[in-house]
């Protein structure tokens, strides 16, 4: 018996110390939801066969709106992701999120970028969300870091987790960021001034508004395309580093999420484990693990990934000792 014990503690030992590939991993634990992804409108970064892969394998259903966003919206879809719009959306397409997300219980994300040579800009998605009623917008800057990056300044870690209730839930079982290629950040608005006025997000606190995560303390805005619009407030600045890169709005109970990138695209491995060049981390994002933790929240419940694969492994070494063991006697 005592050899027994002994054998078995050297079996854990060993797996102890062999790393796993999946140790950071996760998985999407609701199923039979339906999910739209628009790349109608003049998206960026549109490869999201990962992603989409990944819903379908948890037996949730994905609705891709490609041509245009009407012929196959769903409205009774449970979520709704938008990987960077940059055209208008009609009355009639704007009218018809609205209805869907006013419904409650709904999960929006929007991905945005950075105004890095004017190619992209936040209007489309900045008047979509004022006619959904929110109180945060996308800025109109690049972010960047010379410190905390991917190998090049504008391969940007978000590394800082929000310290609000969501934001803690989240950011469950993620030991780092992850990185955005050419993010931009997130403004609050006030809309009772006779001039819509700007928020600093990291001081203004907004009702039913929180910071599911930041960028770093060094982190730089910069007004790429020199607009000097009012959405470069955080280039204006004189206070750098801590800019919103993920933020939550409540909305008649349903949920908005705003980002400085679309992560969940397989670009530039946004939706991995593994960045681009291995500089970051070691070559480990918590992207995946932080879009997952999205859906399984705002869709379910949110639940930190297991080691499985050690776990099993010593199970199976432990039965296969014991047979051993009976064997001997």
């Not at 819509?196 to 770093?216: F, H």
Request: contains cysteine.
């Amino acid at each position: 018996m005592k050899k027994t014990i002994v054998g078995l503690l050297l079996i854990v030992t060993v797996l102890a110390t062999i790393p796993s590939t999946f140790a950071y991993d996760t998985s999407i634990n609701v199923k039979n939801k339906t999910i739209m992804i628009d790349v109608s409108h003049g998206a960026y970064h549109t490869e999201v066969e990962n992603f989409k892969g990944n819903l379908t394998e948890a037996k949730n259903t994905v609705v891709m709106l490609e041509s245009d966003l009407l012929t196959n919206f769903t409205a009774d879809a449970d979520a709704l992701f938008m990987s960077g719009p940059d055209e208008m959306y009609t009355g009639e397409e704007t009218q018809k999120i609205k209805d869907w997300f006013n419904q409650g219980g709904k999960f929006l994300f929007i991905g945005g970028d950075s105004d890095y040579g004017g190619y992209f800009s936040p209007v489309a998605i900045n008047n979509l969300l004022r006619n959904l009623g929110a109180n945060i917008r996308l800025d109109s800057t690049s972010i960047s870091d010379e410190t905390n990056n991917d190998g090049a300044s504008y391969r940007v870690a978000a590394t800082q987790p929000g310290t609000g209730d969501v934001a803690t839930k989240v950011t469950e079982g993620m030991e780092a960021g992850f990185i955005l290629h050419g993010p931009c950040s997130i403004l609050g608005i006030n809309t009772t001034t006779a001039v819509p006025e700007y928020l600093d997000l990291r001081t203004a606190t907004l009702p039913n508004v929180e910071i599911l995560y930041k960028y770093s303390a060094v982190a730089v805005a910069e007004d790429s395309d020199v607009s000097e619009l009012p959405t470069d407030l955080y280039a204006e600045s004189e206070t750098e580093g801590n800019y919103p890169a993920v933020v939550l709005e409540t909305i008649s109970n349903s949920y908005l999420v705003l980002a400085g990138e679309a992560i969940f695209t397989d670009y530039k491995s946004m939706y991995d484990q593994f960045t681009e060049t291995g500089e970051y981390n070691d070559g480990v994002t918590y992207g995946q693990m932080f879009v997952n933790n999205l859906i399984n929240y705002f869709l379910g419940e949110a639940q930190a990934p297991l080691p499985i694969v050690p776990v099993v492994a010593a199970l199976a070494l432990f039965g296969g000792v014991l047979v051993i063991v009976r064997r001997r006697k």
